[in-house]
């Protein structure tokens, strides 16, 4: 997936998280604002570049311990919730979630 598509969803689905949890109305709060700059951050810095696939099917696991407790809260509770608030975008990242872990699995397949 494209980093712009990655990224877009990630800030749908921090903001919606920002939103429901912490109740902020305008922007995010500092605590999601500082957990969405560290995922743009690793994102650019990540070696598989366009190829990369989603974190929950990446060899690679790049974020600090803490940070990928924080990006699993918000991926577990934004995730069910984006199919109500933003139903385009969760279509899309749902079938492309599916095809990659197709992929990965035809190749684990092929290398056994």
């Known amino acids: 997936m494209k980093a712009e598509k990655e990224l877009e969803v990630v800030t749908l ?3 919606l998280y920002c939103r429901k949890k912490h109740k902020c109305k305008d922007g995010l709060c500092p605590a999601c604002e500082e957990l969405l700059q560290y995922v743009k951050m690793r994102r650019s810095k990540c070696p598989w570049g366009d190829e990369k696939p ?3 099917n990446c060899p690679i696991h790049c974020y ?3 940070m990928r407790e924080r990006i699993k809260a918000v991926m577990r509770f934004s995730g069910p919730r984006m199919i109500l ?3 385009i975008v969760a279509v899309r990242h749902l079938r492309e979630t599916l095809r990659q872990k197709k992929r990965i699995e035809s190749e684990a397949k092929k290398n056994v």
């Open 13 to 15: 689905m921090t903001r």
């Open 54 to 56: 989603f974190c929950s």
């Open 85 to 87: 608030y933003h139903p």
């Open 64 to 66: 600090k311990r803490d």
